[in-house]
């Protein structure tokens, strides 16, 4: 259907172009000729506005352009006409290009949006400019002689009709970033008709004309036509609604068009000399009205360009989640209050706040949960804050506060405190209530010691992250000891990175003894980090570097296949039998890479290992962080026979639904219980409770820490029978670990 009266307008139109010289001379004719170019427009608007469902305005206007034209052609055909019947036929005119001209604004403007006032005022600049040439080449000579109320009339008419067409070629097909549909071709060939037709007329008012009245009158035919072929296409829905956005807008076009109109009218006054009073004062006031236009478009662009700058300025230092100052922002107001402070009692506070555990709200609940959180947090430390104080965010889950009146450290606790107090209450979103805390750095900006925003500010980032380790949901005002502490964990993240490469990287083992069989059923590989001149680092230090980092997953892969190898050479050599395990710590950073179950069994296939030889130890907080990833991977290695240990249990979650959701085979009891057990009752009672869960689930149990014989002898009235510790071994190289078991062997120290 659509097609079909595509169709049918393109034959409209083109019918419309030939007909006037199909037909008889319109000396005769007018009437007819008044009739068909209504009937015509008539039908276009009949087809748009109950077919297509275009604007009422839109077809209401077409239609009074339509008629009034028609009547002005009808009377330019009438041959000679009264002084009253001229100025009917100038009437209808002036009302055609009038309506056109509203028309056309209105559709101009809700097509091209935003971008309407400097088109139109563009098309405007380039209509007068046009008007000027068209007026000295064309017009004016036309128009010589001719005198009275009706030429005045007529120039009236020819101007509106020219500032029409300029405006719609201009504003909506030229230079606008809107892409051009069909129906905007056919109305601007109706309005470029009309226009011709109105120039062909005024040229046929000069004594000396002698044009056909078929030639003049033909334009207005072929316009009626093309305006009916506008109204029939599908297309005329567009006229009315926002247009989408060219991909390349011709805004050189639109630049040089512009110029060419301001150039061309200057060099016209400097080639003719106006000899009569009448063109000199149509000269004039286009002049006039043209530099009265052009001043208002520079006031136009200037403003633009204004409000332009303000708003990119805005999205260049807000957040755009929040709608708080960003990092720019934030680091230009610590910089202002630092340099208000001098000479005075003031030390600007700044305030780092990070919240804990972020990470986790996203994974579980989505980064909508996570905006959500975000946004109340930001109502939150804006309500906590003084009026004076300044609160931004500066990344993720980071936030800035900024006060610059503070004068103590006291002051600036007191504020950090506030701050935290806020955020007691759980927090009201639509996912239900969260308890969120924060962890806050405070740092100040202090007289003595000249210090940029950028500074400060890493100073409040470092005690943040004192604030971390110290247990989060905390304060940690910031001391020059940190900075130490700071750059020797930024030496350690680097150097971490060619570790391996450098073989810096090595493994040690610890046995594990089962008490009751008096013999050694495996071991545990741990890594050590030696890096030479700079001394060894210890693993509480690198390791959760290496997770945060990512470095973990390498070291962990090394580790894994190390380890595996050579249990393999110590089976091999004799040494032990094919029984003997190897436990292998894995990180939450390796359980939830998508490729560690291929890791895992191509370390097994290039060891030579069978999979039921191989524990891996995980901790119960690892199992929290991505559940569903966790209990998949954990799933799927159990599946090939690897086994599982719990490692560390009692100090994390301790959830018996952990036991019961993932596949858990082996319990380690945290050295803290086995150290204590000598000393207080309630660890007997948690070992025991340990042992007998264990038992009930069919799940092995080994004791971690055991250093002295009479823990040793706890734990085995309490019928765990199977340990690690400095009682039995301290972990040892990979070469001395045959001797160091066979001297294991062979001490009578942990038999029981």
């Known amino acids: 259907m659509r097609r079909a009266f595509a169709t049918l307008a393109w034959v409209v139109c083109a019918g419309g172009a030939v007909a006037p010289w199909l037909v008889p001379a319109p000396h005769d004719h007018s009437t007819r000729t008044i009739l068909v170019c209504a009937s015509v427009v008539l039908i276009g608007a009949l087809v748009a506005g109950f077919v297509h469902r275009a604007s009422l305005r839109l077809v209401g206007v077409t239609l ?312 109340e947090v930001a109502r939150r430390l804006v309500a906590a804050v003084p009026g004076h104080a300044s609160v931004g965010r500066i990344s993720g889950d980071e936030f800035v506060i900024l006060d610059p009146s503070t004068e103590t450290p006291t002051q600036a606790v007191v504020l950090a405190e506030k701050v935290l107090d806020s955020l007691r209450e759980p927090l009201g979103l639509r996912q239900g209530d969260m308890f969120v805390s924060v962890s806050i750095g405070v740092a100040m900006a202090v007289r003595a010691v000249e210090l940029s925003a950028d500074e400060i500010l890493r100073h409040a980032d470092t005690a943040m992250y004192r604030a971390k380790d110290a247990g989060r949901n905390c304060i940690a005002f910031f001391d020059d000891s940190m900075v130490e502490k700071v750059t020797q964990r930024l030496d350690i993240e680097t150097a971490l990175y060619r570790a391996l490469d450098k073989n810096e990287v090595r493994l040690v083992h610890q046995p594990i003894v089962d008490t009751q069989l008096g013999v050694v059923i495996g071991f545990e590989a741990l890594m050590r980090w030696d890096r030479g001149a700079n001394g060894t680092v210890s693993p509480a230090d690198f390791i959760p570097i290496a997770e945060e980092t990512g470095t973990i997953v390498p070291l962990g892969s090394w580790a894994l296949l190390d380890a595996l190898t050579q249990l393999r050479t110590w089976i091999d050599a004799g040494a032990y039998t094919e029984n003997t395990s190897i436990s292998v710590n894995v990180s939450a950073r390796q359980l939830h890479d998508p490729t560690f179950v291929t890791v895992v069994t191509e370390a097994l296939s290039r060891a030579g290992v069978s999979a039921d030889q191989l524990w891996l130890e995980v901790t119960e907080s690892l199992m929290i962080t991505e559940p569903t990833q966790a209990l998949s991977t954990l799933t799927q290695l159990n599946a090939i026979g690897v086994r599982v240990a719990i490692d560390d249990f009692g100090t994390g979650y301790s959830s018996l639904s952990l036991l019961q959701r993932f596949p858990i085979q082996r319990i380690k009891i945290d050295r803290a219980f086995v150290n204590a057990l000598t000393s207080d009752e309630g660890s007997h009672s948690i070992v025991r409770t340990i042992v007998a869960m264990a038992d009930a689930l069919g799940a092995d149990i080994v004791a971690e820490g055991v250093e002295t014989a009479e823990q040793l002898r706890i734990l085995s009235s309490l019928d765990c029978h199977k340990a690690q510790g400095y009682l039995f071994s301290h972990p040892v190289d990979t070469s001395s670990v045959p001797a160091s078991v066979a001297e294991l062997q062979d001490s009578p120290r942990w038999r029981m």
């Open 64 to 375: 009074l352009v339509g008629v009034s034209t028609a009547i002005g052609a009808h009377d330019i055909t009438s041959g000679s006409l009264s002084a009253a019947g001229r100025n009917v036929r100038d009437g209808a005119l002036l009302l055609a290009n009038v309506l056109l001209v509203v028309g056309l604004l209105a559709a101009s403007r809700r097509r091209l949006r935003a971008d309407s006032r400097a088109v139109i005022s563009d098309g405007l600049i380039i209509g007068l400019g046009a008007w000027i040439v068209l007026w000295v080449v064309l017009l004016q000579p036309a128009l010589h002689g001719v005198t009275g109320l009706p030429a005045s009339t007529l120039l009236r008419g020819a101007t509106l009709a020219l500032l029409s067409i300029v405006l719609f070629l201009v504003a909506t097909l030229l230079f606008s970033d809107t892409a051009p549909v069909a129906s905007v071709y056919l109305a601007t060939a109706a309005v470029l008709l009309v226009l011709t037709g109105e120039i062909l007329y005024l040229m046929d008012a000069s004594p000396d004309s002698s044009l056909a009245p078929r030639l003049v009158v033909a334009p207005f035919i072929a316009a009626s036509a093309a305006a009916s072929s506008m109204l029939i296409h599908p297309s005329v829905r567009a006229l009315m609604t926002p247009a989408r956005r060219r991909p390349a807008p011709p805004l050189m076009t639109r630049l040089v068009t512009t110029t060419a109109s301001l150039v061309g009218p200057v060099v016209m006054l400097t080639l003719t000399d106006a000899a009569d009073r009448n063109d000199r004062i149509v000269r004039v006031v286009s002049i006039v009205v043209l530099s009265v236009v052009v001043m208002a478009r520079v006031v136009q662009s200037v403003r633009a360009n204004a409000r332009t700058q303000a708003g990119l300025e805005h999205v260049a230092r807000t957040d755009p989640l929040t709608g708080l100052p960003n990092r720019n922002a934030m680091l230009d107001l610590v910089t202002d209050a630092t340099q208000r402070a001098h000479g005075t009692a003031r030390q600007p506070t700044v305030l780092f706040i990070d919240v804990d555990r972020f990470k986790n709200i996203n994974d579980s609940l989505g980064h909508s949960a996570g905006d959500d959180v975000l946004l």
